[in-house]
């Protein structure tokens, strides 16, 4: 049997189809800013012994950032966030350390000693899934 013509395309497309459905699904963890205004955002992880801490991002309304390329190790992800004003946009209640510019700091203890501030993260529970998603909403909503 020979393909030719329409049959011949529609056989390559449902192959292409077919191998892209094979591919391995992307497994990230995601901020998206659904505020109004254009959020900074610092992430926490377990990291072993300890926590590991790593900022800046930046996301504008209606987008969102990947801080975290590949799938969550941990059921447990810490994130801190303000707004431009500098005002917190998540409650949180996890003391870690951030730096002003970008940063990636080892250790959520002696901030200050280490020229750095301690703030509080919000403990985000991913419930063990390799790929999450968190919205950030204006306050109130």
Known sequence: MSLTGPCLRRAVLTL??????????SADLRVCNKTKALINFAVGVNAGADFST???????????????????????VYLYATDIDAADVLKGGVSMCVDRS????????????????????????????????????????
């Open 16 to 25: 292409a189809v077919g191998a892209a459905s094979l591919a391995p699904a």
């Open 54 to 76: 790593e900022g800046w991002w930046s996301v504008t309304p209606g987008s969102c950032a990947t801080p975290i390329k590949g799938p969550l190790t941990g059921r447990f």
């Open 102 to 141: 970008k940063f990636k700091v080892f250790g959520i203890s002696d901030c200050w000693r280490r020229g750095l501030q301690a703030v509080n993260f919000a403990e985000i529970d991913t419930l063990g899934s390799p790929d999450w998603t968190t919205f950030l909403t204006d306050v109130g909503k």
